[in-house]
């Protein structure tokens, strides 16, 4: 039987997403159109994998009305889901694109309250299945109720038996995720460098950090960098993606589609520089999309050939 990879979403959203021609701060604001996407990280990387024909599996948890729509939004996909009820309702994230600035802002609620009932219920499926799995996602913030060390404990249940894990979050639930040593992490710059305390003005630094991760047993680590692109890391490799300049229409999910196109790459075996251009590549169609709606395996395909990739030693060694 194929193994599912299996994204996790604790925390899910719907995504609201608004389109004003300029944001007077304390005034009135029309909105001339708006969006609502299911969201959440671990659910934006299950449609991005759906999208590739990867055989994906969601699970979380969610709320209320919304929770339905979001449930009944995977299944309409074709998404095999589980998402285990707590009481209260499913956030909305408001993320506001301004056509004057072409800037998005994004505010997200902090979500429903989790009681211990729906933590164990989450977690005794979790301990007794997850070897069925051939790797998981966690992905996001965690709403309240769930200590932050959650990613960690199922970290290491996973690690456990075996399945791999791909982490993406921020803060706490990262540093105590980091602790349980998942196989792969994917930190936006701004998340790396809350974890270390530091600003890193250069891509060596950049990959230093990284290294300094892969010493505690992470094998991979995939730092985004918006329009910049992004650098992969291994022990032995440090490749970067620069993606050809575009004007985002949202950059909600780039993140997401770039978690989803590594593992995507990871399970065809492509080598790490395939795997910076399909990520990068995922991330900038997916930026180039309004509201939360992500990339698929045709357009990323298409977009290949305009991301710019090079190993960081070589270019170092090129330029003494
Ligand atoms: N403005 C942009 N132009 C082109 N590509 C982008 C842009 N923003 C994001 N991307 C692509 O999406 C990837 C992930 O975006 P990023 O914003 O760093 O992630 P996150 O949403 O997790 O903060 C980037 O590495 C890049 O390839
Ligand atoms: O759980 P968090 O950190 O509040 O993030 C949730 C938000 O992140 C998203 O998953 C988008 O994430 P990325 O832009 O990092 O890909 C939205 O769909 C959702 O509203």
Redesign the pocket.
């Known amino acids: 039987m194929k193994q599912p990879v299996l994204t996790i979403t604790l925390?899910p959203?719907l995504?609201k997403t608004v389109t004003v021609e300029d944001f007077i701060l304390g005034g009135l604001n029309r909105i001339k159109e708006w969006r609502m996407?299911a969201?959440?990280?671990g659910?934006?990387v299950a449609k991005v994998l759906q999208n590739f024909s990867v055989d994906v599996t969601a699970w979380g948890l969610c709320a209320g009305r919304q929770g339905n729509v979001l449930t009944d939004t995977l299944s309409s996909l074709g998404i095999p889901n589980w998402f285990v009820q707590a009481k209260g309702e499913t956030r909305t994230?408001l993320?506001i694109y301004v056509e004057l600035t072409q800037e998005i802002t994004?505010l997200?609620e902090p979500g429903f309250t989790v009681d211990d009932d729906v933590l164990n219920q989450f977690l005794n499926r979790f301990e007794t299945d997850v070897r069925q799995m051939s790797l998981v996602v966690l992905a996001?913030?965690l709403p309240k109720g769930i200590p932050p060390d959650f990613y960690g404990t199922l970290i290491r249940i996973a690690n456990e038996v075996g399945v791999r894990t791909v982490l993406?979050a921020?803060g706490e639930p990262f540093i105590h995720g980091i602790e349980a040593v998942p196989y792969a992490i994917k930190p936006?710059i701004h998340e790396l460098e809350s974890f270390f305390g530091e600003s890193f003005r250069t891509d060596e630094e950049i990959i230093d950090a990284a290294r300094r991760l892969i010493a505690k047993g992470i094998a991979y680590v995939a730092v985004s960098l918006g329009g910049e692109g992004s650098i992969l890391v291994t022990e032995k490799e440090a490749i970067r993606a620069k993606p050809a300049p575009i004007t985002p229409l949202s950059?909600?999910?780039?993140?997401?589609?770039m978690v989803a196109a590594l593992i995507y790459c990871m399970m065809q075996g492509m080598s790490l520089e395939e795997t910076a251009r399909w990520s990068s590549a995922a991330g900038t169609v997916t930026a180039l999309k309004p509201g939360?709606q992500v990339c698929t395996l045709a357009e990323v395909e298409d977009k290949l050939s305009s991301v710019n990739i090079w190993s960081i030693l070589q270019k170092t060694t090129n330029s003494n």
């Open positions: 925390n959203a995504d996407d969201g959440g990280k659910i934006n994230n993320k994004e997200n996001g913030s993406d921020d936006n950059t909600v999910g780039a993140g997401d589609s939360t």
